[in-house]
């Protein structure tokens, strides 16, 4: 399936190697994951044949890019910044190509609320949720709407920051007792928290990609992590959790989730590439939880996995990728 | 949150927008680095043959010497160069000790708040940690000799206690002249060998330097020193000074650990104390360690919120701040990097879990600008966390509905599988 990547040549010049920025770091809780998908990414297309540069998002990046134009930029940023909209839109502004969906969409899918809200519309299921600032709970009584939110959405309830990735901030919550604390924790990242009604299952990474011919659901990663919870840990500690790709689920279900994850990566306007997360209940329903416009890229991640079992070469995906968005104007 | 957590956390220290009172980094460009230039590339061009070739296990003799200079400082006289043993900074040195001293399962007794680097050292060697109380004076004898008395109770091994006395790391306080008697006395009392780890001793703001524990017993007391803090921790250059028949068993596990420590970095420290105006270097040093200290406990005095309490070092780099009830650092820790000021959350010095309510904030390296304005986003981080906490910490979920159905099964309370009549909130 592999495909060397295709430098943009135009008509009556010399072809040159494809020369691309990738970022990684970033201000947020998640630069060190984004430094390390950011360095196999780099290593990845430089193996791929790309002129590749690693390079944080900080106030050298726009005279630099200004210096030394690049076909496109790959964002391995995670968080804020690289995730929620804001660095693409400066990207638009300055007409510097990108990798990865718009501005506009990813604002939608940082706002994890926001993001369930458009999905549920689109016929997903989604685990009831409510999502609500530090304001709120103060001006109304904390006791009173945690109290309503137990009586509504039961117990266990998962407990997640409303914005940002790598399960940081996230908690499980099976007795009430432990809410408050939760609560306490989770307004540490971020104003506002989300509070989803917990639904015991298979947790499955469904990663989308687009070589051109429309979104493609790639093989579905299943996480089985060793202490039962699919935490910052797990997530990036070699050995501490097995992966089976594909999934073990039935062939119903596998088709489902691929038909679930490009439902979300088209309900929500994204592009190129994107990686949801899903839990299958026992009764073999698909459940979205959250979607990352810009996946983990480590070697520990499920992106990278799911692309290897679909055949292809990340690097050779990568620089499909890069080519394309450098040829196409947004 | 995990350890590996506090790390990713961390990761965005090295960006210049965080104002970092996490790491305890010297100010090393402080010093006159065009002199120490030209002095290592005289070593290099002048005596590669032996700078650039293999030492002698225990150490460069001349080396030797000069250490034990440096030791006469703080009223150790009577080590000889036979004694000392160098090493790959005091990290190497502690690491060295353990490994000869420590079986799995025996106790280290060690202050709490303790070295996190310590700590990390008698965790690789399977060691029980067993923290003992310290407070404004340094680590208490009483507190010491009751653990003593414990642990021959329940029959643990006590291999050594490990001591930091002056300008403590974490802590920032100092053991007083009384009790470093006191504690002596313990050692003899009930057979106690002492790591004596003494990195900051001429750091101190006034006055002379104390009298190292070293100084008082030369057969109980194994004294670990370093040029991290007095000149430069890249050239990675530490001691160990101990009795003769300890130091055979040190340099036979330096050797099958690194044959040799550095002969370069040797011959630079040697020749850095043959040359160079060091003392005066070291007074420079503390000038401005004292100027940040300053800067520090002002801001702190200005702008932390009331419940707060730190300590007031007279040395070194650290000070131990204790958070308002309830406070908790770590969890705290994602709104600080928000803020863009970091520091470390208090659990990390504690084998056994405490410290949750501590954090050590660290005036080495930034100016004192940064600092004071380190400490303005610290203290609008505490008083966001106070104002959650007050928020939530009051809630009773002993009357939630769910807890205590009014004459229903919680089942039917609880809402619906998957209705649709949620909103977001927003």
Redesign the interface.
């Known amino acids: 399936m592999s495909e060397t990547a295709a430098a943009p040549v135009p008509s009556g010049a010399e072809p040159h190697p494809l020369r691309t920025v990738v970022l990684a770091?970033g201000?947020?809780?998640?630069?060190?994951?984004s430094?390390s998908s950011g360095t196999q990414v780099w290593e990845e297309l430089a193996r791929a044949g790309v002129d590749a540069e690693l390079r944080?998002a900080?106030a050298e990046l726009l005279p630099g890019l200004a210096a030394a134009p690049a076909d496109a930029v790959f964002i391995a940023l995670h968080g804020a910044t690289g995730e929620d909209g804001a660095l693409r839109a400066v990207l638009d502004l300055a007409g510097v190509p990108y990798v990865g969906s718009p501005a506009a969409a990813c604002r939608l899918a940082w706002d994890k609320?926001?993001a369930?809200?458009v999905v549920?519309s689109a016929g997903v299921?989604t685990?009831?949720?409510?999502?609500?600032p530090?304001s709120?709970?103060?001006e109304l009584g904390?006791?009173t709407v945690?109290?309503l939110m137990?009586?509504?959405?039961?117990?266990p309830l998962m407990v997640k920051p409303a914005s940002g990735g790598?399960a940081?901030?996230v908690q499980k919550v099976t007795r009430?007792?432990e809410?408050?604390?939760a609560?306490?924790?989770c307004?540490?990242?971020?104003d506002t928290v989300l509070v989803e009604?917990f639904v015991e299952g298979v947790e499955l990474a469904l990663s989308v990609i687009d070589l051109g011919d429309g979104p493609e659901a790639l093989p579905a990663v299943e996480i089985a992590p060793e202490s039962g919870v699919f935490?910052?840990?797990s997530r990036?500690?070699p050995g501490l959790t097995e992966y089976h790709t594909p999934a073990r689920v039935s062939d119903d279900v596998a088709a489902r989730a691929a038909d679930l994850a490009v439902r979300v990566h088209e309900a929500l306007g994204l592009a190129d590439l994107s990686r949801t997360d899903a839990i299958v209940s026992p009764d073999g329903e698909v459940h979205f939880l959250e979607v990352n416009v810009s996946p983990g890229l480590t070697e520990t991640s499920m992106f990278p996995m799911a692309v290897e079992a679909a055949g292809y070469e990340l690097g050779d995906v990568l620089a499909r990728l890069l080519a394309r968005r450098a040829r196409t104007e947004r | 949150?995990?350890t590996?957590?506090i790390?990713?956390?961390f990761?965005?220290v090295s960006?210049p927008?965080?104002v970092s009172l996490a790491g305890g980094m010297p100010a090393v460009t402080a010093l006159p680095l065009d002199a120490v230039g030209s002095m290592i590339g005289e070593l290099v061009s002048g005596m590669g043959a032996q700078t650039l070739q293999y030492g002698s296990g225990q150490g460069d003799p001349r080396l030797r010497e000069r250490i034990c200079d440096v030791m006469a400082l703080e009223g150790i006289r009577d080590a000889s160069p036979s004694e000392v043993v160098v090493t790959v900074g005091s990290q190497q040195g502690l690491d060295l000790v353990t490994r000869v001293f420590v079986d799995p399962g025996d106790v280290i007794l060690a202050e709490g708040p303790s070295y996190v680097g310590a700590l990390g050292v008698f965790q690789a060697a399977e060691a029980r940690v067993r923290h003992v109380a310290m407070d404004d004076n340094g680590l208490i004898p009483e507190a010491l000799e009751e653990a003593l008395v414990d642990c021959r109770a329940n029959g643990d091994r006590v291999k050594f206690l490990y001591t930091v006395p002056n300008f403590h790391n974490p802590a920032g306080v100092t053991l007083s002249e009384a009790r470093r008697e006191a504690v002596v006395a313990l050692a003899e009392k009930y057979d106690l060998l002492i790591i004596e780890d003494n990195p900051y001793g001429l750091l101190g703001f006034e006055g002379e330097p104390m009298r190292a524990l070293r100084a008082r017993n030369n057969q109980r007391v194994i004294y670990l020193g370093s040029f991290s803090k007095t000149f430069s921790p890249g050239l990675r250059v530490g001691w160990v000074l101990a009795p003769l028949a300890v130091r055979e068993k040190l340099v036979l596990a330096t050797e099958a650990q690194v044959l040799c420590p550095p002969s370069l970095t040797q011959y630079a420290v040697a020749r850095y104390l043959d040359t160079q105006p060091w003392r005066e270097q070291i007074k420079l040093f503390t000038e401005l360690y004292r100027e940040r200290r300053d800067a520090t406990l002002e801001s702190l005095a200005t702008l932390m919120p009331a419940g707060a309490a730190w300590t007031r070092p007279d040395g070194g780099f650290y000070v131990w701040l204790k958070l308002p009830h309830g406070l908790?650092a770590k969890?705290?820790?994602?709104?600080a990097?928000?803020a863009?000021v970091a520091y470390v959350p208090g659990i990390g010095f504690f084998a056994d879990g405490n410290g949750r309510e501590y954090m050590r904030l660290s005036y080495c390296y930034p100016e004192p600008d940064q600092i004071r304005e380190g400490v303005r986003r610290l203290a609008r981080v505490i008083e966001a966390?106070l104002?959650?906490?007050s928020?939530?910490?009051?809630?009773?979920?002993?009357?939630?509905?769910?807890?205590r159905p009014a004459g229903r099964e919680a089942e039917t309370?609880?809402?619906p599988a998957?209705?649709?009549t949620?909103?977001?909130?927003?």
């Open positions: 770091g201000l947020t809780f998640e630069r060190e994951v430094l944080d900080d609320p926001a369930k809200s549920r299921r685990p009831d949720w409510v999502a609500l530090h709120t709970f103060r904390a006791g945690l109290d137990v009586a509504r959405l039961g117990l790598s940081l901030g009430v007792e809410l408050p604390a609560m306490v924790s307004f540490a990242y971020g009604r935490d910052y840990t990036y500690t | 949150m995990k590996s957590e790390r990713a956390l990761s965005v960006r927008e965080v908790d969890l705290m820790q994602p709104r990097v928000n863009h966390e104002d959650l906490h928020t939530f910490d009051r809630v009773d979920t002993g009357t939630f509905r769910a807890v309370i609880v809402g998957n209705s649709d949620y909103e977001d909130g927003r």
